[in-house]
């Protein structure tokens, strides 16, 4: 996970982790045979802009991070997420633990080096979403701390995704900053 600093509101400088990403739309193809014929169909992938990217208010909160899935299958995410087994999760699910950080779930097969997470560093206002990076290998925070060297040391069982007993290496902040980095979300609470 990353780290960085920002500061909202009245000067209250509090330290920030780094958590999510996406990606432009993309295609793969996939098989299936049926009494003899074969047919080959495009399996879409997420399609990832700003305006993906909502107010955490928004989404469904799961032990302190949120998720949400950009292709509608929420129940999969929560499916993945609330089991203490870990799993893979569906394509389209969205993560965050700050808002200004991200993760994306793409199609099998987008990038194998991050389990098809695609990370991204996002600069947030009472307006919307900005995206400021994203990617797979060269996402880092302001400090340099890099999205997926942190993600890869979580147990293979987790897909990538850190917490407390994942494996990652522990945030440099503790929960009740996060949870107020949480709170200061400048987004509104309405709508996508």
């Not at 069982?157 to 980095?181: M, S, T």
């Amino acid at each position: 996970m990353r780290s960085m600093v920002a500061v909202w509101g009245p000067p209250v400088l509090v330290g920030l982790v780094a958590f999510g990403c996406s990606s432009a739309a993309r295609r793969t193809q996939t098989t299936s045979t049926t009494a003899g014929t074969t047919a080959t169909t495009q399996a879409p992938d997420v399609h990832v802009t700003a305006a993906s990217f909502r107010s955490l208010k928004t989404m469904t909160p799961v032990r302190g991070f949120f998720v949400a899935n950009l292709l509608g299958n929420t129940a999969g995410t929560l499916a993945v997420a609330n089991s203490k087994n870990g799993g893979v999760y569906p394509p389209g699910t969205l993560l965050q633990l700050v808002p200004q950080e991200a993760m994306v779930k793409h199609r099998p097969g987008w990038n194998p080096a991050t389990k098809d997470w695609e990370f991204f560093f996002l600069d947030v206002s009472a307006t919307g979403t900005k995206i400021v990076t994203r990617g797979v290998q060269q996402v880092v925070n302001r400090f340099g701390g890099n999205c997926a060297s942190c993600h890869s040391a979580a147990q293979p069982k987790f897909d990538f995704v850190c917490e407390h007993n994942h494996g990652c290496a522990p945030l440099p902040i503790g929960d009740k900053i996060i949870r107020a980095i949480q709170l200061a979300d400048p987004r509104p609470a309405t709508g996508r």
